[in-house]
């Protein structure tokens, strides 16, 4: 099956002084979705927002909008981020007892249900939930900061992930990437069987504007 790369930007780097014209930057220059690093302090170190932001970002946008919840005890959140007009929640498996469950509440609403894993979680963690998935996130670097290096060993994941959610008749599921992919590692990681790849500071960097970010990202693709 061939898919069509999307790319989702975070706006964990982004000018969050100036969000709106941030975000009118991204559809622009013709981002396909808009990523939203959710972090409690707990399940990672830092914090950066809740529903709140999801509901400012869904105001200034038509794109549709992941909230990846990097938090302790999802199950408090999930609700809230759908109520406030999320199309994707992206839950980590190591961070609720009841994944399960969740990702059935998660879909019950009319959202797309993402699981997602830290580098050091094997990938059968995720094997019980991957029918009732859209989405299985490789985290392709250890979550809770922008601008960190790509870990090489996530390719082998990716295409495990791939493999795992054919093999379980999710065909139509995506692979998403979150973590390092700029204009070195998109190639790789796209040949490796992604289709979904957040970018945080390969977007939003004082190098180049966003614009020319994301031409250069999709540049990166086409070159192969
Ligand atoms: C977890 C976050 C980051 C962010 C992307 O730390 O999820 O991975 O979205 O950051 P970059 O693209 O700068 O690695």
């Known amino acids: 099956m061939t ?15 100036r969000l709106a014209d941030q975000i009118e930057q991204l559809e622009s220059a013709g981002a396909d979705w808009i990523s939203l690093d959710v972090m409690d302090g707990n399940f990672v170190p830092p914090i950066t927002f809740g529903a709140q932001m999801a509901s400012a970002v869904r105001g200034l946008t038509s794109l549709p909008i992941e909230a990846h919840l990097m938090v302790e005890h999802p199950e408090g959140q999930v609700d809230d981020f759908v109520d406030a007009g999320v199309n994707c ?61 790509f870990i090489p060993e996530s390719l082998d994941r990716i295409r495990q992930a791939r493999e795992m959610l054919d093999d379980c008749g999710r065909e139509d599921a995506r692979v998403a990437v979150d973590g390092g992919v700029n204009e070195s590692t ?35 693709l086409a070159r192969d």
């Open 3 to 17: 898919r069509l790369v999307q790319l989702a930007p975070s706006i964990l780097n982004a000018d969050w002084t």
């Open 186 to 220: 998109i190639a790789a990681i796209v040949e490796a069987g992604a289709d979904w790849l957040v970018a945080g500071s390969a977007v939003f960097n004082d190098r180049e504007s966003v614009a020319g970010a994301i031409a250069r990202l999709r540049r990166a």
């Open 89 to 149: 929640v992206t839950i980590h498996i190591e961070s609720t007892r009841h994944p399960h469950r969740l990702l059935q509440r998660i879909a019950e609403r009319g959202v797309e249900a993402g699981i997602t894993l830290n580098p050091g979680t094997p990938l059968s963690e995720i094997e019980a939930v991957l029918p009732i998935c859209g989405r299985v996130q490789v985290m392709s670097v250890n979550p809770g900061w922008g601008g960190q290096r």
